[in-house]
């Protein structure tokens, strides 16, 4: 299947700090790619879908000040928490898929811990 | 309300059995539906994906029935292995806007 690699794969940050996470599609074009974020125990929630160009579509309740998703081009999407708070601490899991209803393939996700 | 549901929550059987976990949902129109394997700590692994014509698609050891009627899904696991132990979700995709529907997935462990 195709490849959605995902860096870094764990970061620990201060509190008050930004974090990048990157997403590529490494063996095809990502016209859409999915950010999700997944708290212990817990099922996968989708937090936003960008699609290459344009701003990113955020579900309810996340806050797109905090959690800005950049996707400039059809390999590569960003995920900066900004600010970041020990609450923000989760696993990060990011989706690309190359157009409606082809399969989404996920990156191997980021942990991240913020103190 | 599209809704996925999976049952049981979670599931332990000894090493070499065969285990079926459940999905029912109501996501409408539908789609297509997919089962994942997620290992603790990693990304959510495709294991099978189903159109409304398919009734079962095979994986390996894995075999996934759907029954586009009655909005039912199974995910059949034979001889089981400790490398098995993982969370299993099913996903719906609506066939609308193509929106993925998560269930909350069933925690598997395979014990020795």
């Known amino acids: 299947g195709a490849v959605v690699s995902q860096h870094p794969s764990w970061v620990i940050c201060k509190s008050g700090t930004s974090v990048k996470i990157e997403c590529r599609s490494l063996?095809?074009?990502?016209?859409?790619m999915f950010w999700y974020r997944q708290f212990p125990k817990q099922s996968l929630m989708l937090m936003a879908t960008?699609?290459?160009?344009?701003?990113?579509?955020?579900e309810q309740g996340v806050e797109k000040d905090k959690f800005l998703i950049n996707h400039a081009s059809l390999t590569l999407s960003t995920l900066t928490v900004t600010s970041a708070h020990p609450e923000d601490s989760s696993f990060y899991i990011c989706?690309?898929?190359?157009?409606?209803?082809?399969?989404?393939?996920f990156g191997q996700g980021t942990r991240l811990t913020v103190v | 309300k599209n809704q996925v549901e999976q049952s049981p929550q979670s599931l332990i059987i000894l090493e070499g059995k065969n285990c079926t976990l459940q999905?029912?949902?109501?996501?409408?129109?539908?789609?297509?539906l997919r089962w994942y394997k997620q290992d603790t700590g990693r990304g959510p692994v495709s294991l099978t994906i189903?159109?409304?014509s398919e009734n079962t698609k095979s994986n390996g050891r894995y075999t996934a029935t759907l029954d586009a009627d009655t909005k039912q899904s199974s995910l059949h696991i034979t001889a089981s292995q400790l490398s098995d132990s993982a969370s299993y979700i099913c996903?719906?995709?609506?066939?609308?806007?193509?929106?993925?529907?998560w269930g909350a997935g069933t925690k598997l462990i395979i014990k020795p």
């Open positions: 989706s690309a898929r190359a157009s409606l209803n082809t399969e989404a393939f």
């Open positions: 063996d095809f074009q990502a016209t859409t």
């Open positions: 960008s699609n290459e160009g344009s701003k990113a579509t955020y």
């Open positions: 999905c029912n949902y109501t996501v409408s129109p539908f789609s297509n």
């Open positions: 189903m159109t409304f």
């Open positions: 996903v719906v995709s609506d066939g609308s806007n193509y929106q993925l529907i």
